[in-house]
């Protein structure tokens, strides 16, 4: 290669690797903090990805822009349209994912009966939980509390065949920042347990068979093992769908 030539195969190549990475760096490491402050990852993907990968393209449009021989003007034009690839590239790749809010599930009652009949399964679930991780302390008296648990927090457990179900989710982007959406129906076909509290520990009020749309949520418990009924016997409560969540079941009606 020339002198001059091999001049210009560095002096391009340079200046894409630069200019990109550097873009690439700026949207990466900002980007975050902007569109996504609660993000883990925050300003370490323009460090580590967006900013490393925009100068590995500079460079290699720099060196095709060299050797195709193009006038510094052509090759302005050709780093600026790629740069503005870049940036837009890094700025996506930074944009908050949507955070899961929930789940609507179609489904029937199959059975009802009271939590005491789960009562030993947990408590072996739960004791081999703290037997197998030497740093879980059990709370004092857990056990003993179990049939208090039950008491003051009285539910039944409902077993339903889930028809189909669909995830609810919360959009993060600044254009549709806390908007709802959901997920197509996805048909299920499983029988499932919940706890479920509404009528307050009585299985009179559910007539077998029923079917209609719930929503369902985890309760987590500050202890361990849970003072929580749903939790400590590894159930998720069942609820009616939220008023939120109804424009995703309006017009629907679930077949008898």
Known sequence: MEPFAFRTFASYTLAGTIVMG?????????????LSPDATAGPLVG??????????????VGAAGALAR??????????AASTAIVAGASLYKVLPEDRWDGVIIDAS????????????GAIARWDKLNEGTKWRVPRPGWKED????????????????V??????????????????????????GRIESFFDRSTHGSCSSYALGR?????????????????????FLDLFILRDVPAEFQEFVRGQKPAS
Request: proline share 7%.
């Open 146 to 161: 179990v049939p208090r648990m039950l008491q003051r927090d009285r539910g039944v457990v409902l077993t339903m065949f």
């Open 70 to 79: 193009l006038k510094w003007v052509a090759f302005t034009i050709l780093i």
């Open 47 to 60: 460090i580590f990805i967006t900013g490393p990968l925009g100068a590995f393209a500079g460079a290699l």
């Open 163 to 188: 028809h189909r179900r669909r995830e609810v989710f919360k959009q993060r982007t600044p254009w549709n920042r806390d908007a709802l959406r959901a997920t197509p129906w996805q048909e299920s």
């Open 22 to 34: 550097f873009a690439g760096f700026i949207c990466g490491y900002f980007g975050p903090l902007v």
């Open 109 to 120: 009652i199959r059975d009802c009966s009271l939590p005491d009949t789960l009562v030993d």
């Open 211 to 231: 079917r209609a749309f719930y929503s369902t949520e985890w309760e987590a418990s500050g202890v361990s093992p849970s003072d929580i009924p749903s939790s």
